[in-house]
Nanobody, 120 residues
């Protein structure tokens, strides 16, 4: 059974930092791309970042570039999202997802999410 478990969310003041973790079981990280997404109340889910195991490429949406950093520890089957200079508009439930195609496109498995709240 494939499981993705996010952790590390919480309440932080604007300008602060959080590091999210996505721990996977039932898959081999080397065979997947892992993406981070978020969904704020009343809004559609949007992409945040992705790391591809095929060539270690990383991708960021414009609204997090320069503030967020994605990384992976394949030995621990864990992907991290370091979030710095957080803004109130970053408030959302953050999800990680695994793409067997390793291209950061179609995602096959999703975690349950972790809440990030940024106060102004």
């Amino acid at each position: 059974e494939v499981q993705l478990v996010e952790s590390g969310g919480g309440l932080v003041q604007a300008g602060g930092s959080l590091r999210l973790s996505c721990a996977a079981s039932g898959i081999t990280f080397d065979d997947y791309a892992i993406g981070w997404f978020r969904q704020a109340p009343g809004k559609d889910r949007e992409g945040v970042s992705c790391i591809s195991s095929s060539d270690d490429s990383t991708y960021y949406e414009e609204y997090v570039k320069g503030r967020f950093t994605i990384s992976s520890d394949n030995a621990k089957n864990t992907v991290y999202l370091q979030m710095n200079s957080l803004k109130p508009e970053d408030t959302a439930v953050y999800y990680c997802a695994a793409d067997e195609g390793r291209l950061c496109r179609g995602y096959d498995y999703w975690g349950q999410g972790t809440q990030v709240t940024v106060s102004s």
